[in-house]
């Protein structure tokens, strides 16, 4: 059993700058790849972003060029910088971590944090 823990969330003005992080519980993280979802009121929950074993990235169009996910594989850890934050940057941020499959699917996923919510004011 995976337990991933985010942290790093709360209410920011429009182009401001929040890093979260995801602490997982086991020393298998450096096996899965991470992704990063968010999920709106009233929406369903969409790719942000995802990391791979090999450390190579990808990020929804919506954020690209704002955001950047890392991972410290020494302390089971993955982050997401996020700068220059847009208003309909607002939502709960979760991260997971992947079973099999697509990066950018949220049936990929085996193991999801909590949440953690991200606002930001106009």
């Known amino acids: 059993q995976v337990q991933l823990v985010e942290s790093g969330g709360g209410l920011v003005q429009a182009g401001g700058s929040l890093r979260l992080s995801c602490a997982a519980s086991?020393?298998?993280?450096?096996?899965?790849?991470m992704g990063w979802f968010r999920q709106a009121p009233g929406k369903e929950r969409e790719f942000v972003a995802g990391?791979?074993?090999?450390?190579?990235?990808s990020y929804a169009d919506s954020v690209k060029g704002r955001f950047t996910i890392s991972r410290d594989n020494a302390k089971n850890t993955v982050y997401l910088q996020m700068n220059s934050l847009k208003p309909e940057d607002t939502a709960v941020y979760y991260c997971?971590?992947?079973?099999?499959?697509?990066?950018?699917?949220?049936?990929?996923?085996?193991?999801w944090g909590q949440g953690t919510q991200v606002t930001v004011s106009s």
């Open positions: 990391i791979r074993t090999s450390g190579s990235t």
């Open positions: 086991e020393r298998t993280f450096s096996s899965r790849a």
């Open positions: 997971a971590a992947r079973l099999s499959g697509s990066l950018y699917t949220v049936t990929s996923y085996d193991y």
